[in-house]
């Protein structure tokens, strides 16, 4: 589903270093903020105000600057966050590396009931939460909801893996000796998640990290800091309840200063990055270098392949909803359409047709629940949709749908479909944040497959087909190469019970389900010998 992305404006200068976002303008005195208009009052009931510290080790605080956050439907400011600066950072850290000693020493299922009060907690909000992520981040209602329920699912999940994660018993080939592997928790781990999912991304991990028996520091995105301190608020709520420390689940909100800090500091023994590709590479490199964990999901250029044989009615409402989707800014967000030419100019006008239900006509106000089309997050993602388009037309593309910006007030521009650009195009290997679909015409599955699998990166991928020897070559050894391959459904909309991430330059991480929770601990094997002899493995003797 989703996760990728600090955008890719990152310079290589510095890992978090963004050009002028829409939340680093003038800071708004607290009359002109939203959350004292009545129609916002609202947000105070999860615990906002107009001006908000974003430091939570225990204790709420913040010294660093002060940034505004602004609605990306309208530009207007919604309330202040107060960041943290480094001092702030150092000692969250320490309170987070503080609290692992009271919380590894919890069984886990103990663990897990926390868990799942932190489930019912969400649940209680879970449209007030939904809705904030729709104001501040600017996806659709249903979508702001989905998000939370996602956090909701994970926790359930996480709270049977409490009794359920094990190690193994191992067959020894010595007497009287036994041979077992055990997992246990890192201790305190850093996450940093991106604008798009500032809710889901975090929660994948708090849930699995927590469990298993880890405590956290979280940094959300710069443009998103309501939901983060809102979220961290009901974290809190829970916490405190249990008399436990506020500190198992930190928070600080910041930027630069601390994005870098937190990948070059060796009390966090992993650091679960969602980002660029770019930004990420910087981001492991850091923590390589200090011989820490890093869990990285970047960036993701992702296909859907439909083939002659495909059901076409399910084609057009996939796509659609893959392409256009919280205005294209999902990290499984479909970016290309590879089409059998038997079937290209029938999926291609149908799509035209589907796009035209949703624009103008369902493009609004998120929060509206009419609207199925919001605003891209920021102005910086509207110049790099205009961009894009501009260069795809220079390298031979037509515009067969959308391509402009819409005249209103916040960021909003037309969902965009591109065809007549070669596979290899520049432009169409550029993973550009934004609802542009380039459209292309395949002889074969094998070709097809050979352009999927062509981009750098290796993220979600979808083939629409009812031949099962094409199903089957699709996930086998020579078909698509991404750590999401699906057959008749769209790229994005993932499941918590599979583990999430992707191949290549998506960078091989894994959240939330199967196996996941293996990121979050380090593997030890133990031989133990209960007899009075003394062998030696391969049967050496040393006499």
């Known amino acids: 589903m989703m996760a990728a992305a600090i955008l890719s404006n990152c310079s290589r200068s510095s890992i978090f270093k963004f050009s002028l976002f829409s939340a680093f303008r003038t800071y708004a005195s607290a009359s002109n ?22 430091v939570y080790h225990g204790k709420w605080s913040g010294t660093g600057e002060v940034i505004t956050s602004y609605c990306p439907a309208n530009g207007e400011a919604i309330a202040n966050c107060t960041q943290a600066s480094l001092s702030d950072y150092h000692e969250a850290v320490k309170a987070t590396v503080k609290a692992w000693d009271v919380w590894a020493d919890m069984p886990a299922p103990h663990r897990g009931e926390i868990v799942r009060q932190i489930a019912d907690a969400l649940r209680e909000k879970i449209d007030l939460l939904g809705n ?31 009794r359920m994660y094990a190690g193994k018993v191992i067959p020894s080939e010595r007497p009287g000796h036994a041979l077992l592997e055990m997992w246990n928790p890192l201790g305190a781990i850093g996450i940093i998640s991106a604008f798009n999912f500032p809710v889901a991304v975090f929660g994948w991990n708090n849930a699995l990290a927590m469990v298993t028996g880890n405590t956290m520091l979280w940094k959300g995105a710069p443009t998103t800091p309501l939901t983060s301190i809102a979220v961290t608020k009901i974290l809190a709520s829970v916490l405190e309840k249990n008399s436990l420390p506020g500190a198992i689940c930190s928070l600080a909100c910041g930027g630069a200063d601390i994005g870098d800090a937190m990948s070059k500091d060796e009390s966090l023994k992993l650091l679960s990055f969602t980002g660029s590709t770019q930004v990420g590479k910087t981001v492991a490199l850091n923590v390589q270098e200090r011989f820490g964990k890093s869990l990285l999901e970047l960036g993701g250029n992702n296909a859907v392949v439909v083939l002659e044989d495909a059901d076409l009615n399910m084609v057009a409402p996939a796509v659609m909803f893959a392409a256009v989707g919280t205005a294209g800014q999902r990290c499984t967000t479909a970016r290309r ?77 037309a969902p965009a479909i591109v065809t007549g650009l070669a596979h290899d195009a520049e432009i169409v290997h550029r993973e550009t944040f934004a609802p542009i679909l380039y459209v292309l015409k395949a002889k074969s599955v094998d070709e097809a497959i050979s352009w999927n699998n062509e981009v750098k990166a290796g993220l979600s991928s979808s083939l629409f087909t009812g031949n099962l020897a094409n199903i089957f070559k699709w996930m086998g050894p020579k078909g698509s190469d991404c750590g999401i391959v699906n057959v008749n459904i769209p790229t994005s909309g993932a499941e918590i019970g599979g583990a999430f991430g992707g191949e290549k330059q998506t960078g091989g991480g894994r959240e939330s389900g199967s196996d996941a929770w293996k990121q979050y601990c380090r593997r030890s094997t133990c031989t133990i010998n209960y007899s009075k002899d003394l062998p030696l493995a391969q049967g050496i003797k040393f006499e």
């Open 132 to 162: 904030l992520v729709s104001l501040e981040m600017g996806k659709i209602a249903a979508e702001g909801k989905g998000e939370v329920q996602e956090y909701v699912d994970i926790c359930d999940y996480a709270v049977g893996l409490s």
């Open 337 to 413: 359409l590879i089409v059998h030419e038997k079937v290209y100019d029938e999926v291609v006008t149908g799509l035209k047709s589907a796009y035209a239900k949703v624009y103008p006509s369902r493009v609004g106000d998120p929060l509206e629940g009419s609207t199925l089309f919001g605003p891209m997050h920021s102005q910086q993602g509207v110049d790099l949709y205009k961009k894009a388009v501009s260069d795809a037309l220079q390298q031979g593309g037509k515009l067969e749908f959308g391509g402009q910006v819409v005249d209103r007030p916040g960021y909003f521009v």
């Open 33 to 54: 903020v939203l959350i004292n208009d009545a129609k916002y009052s609202w947000l105070k009931d999860l615990g906002l105000s107009a001006d908000n510290p974003g």
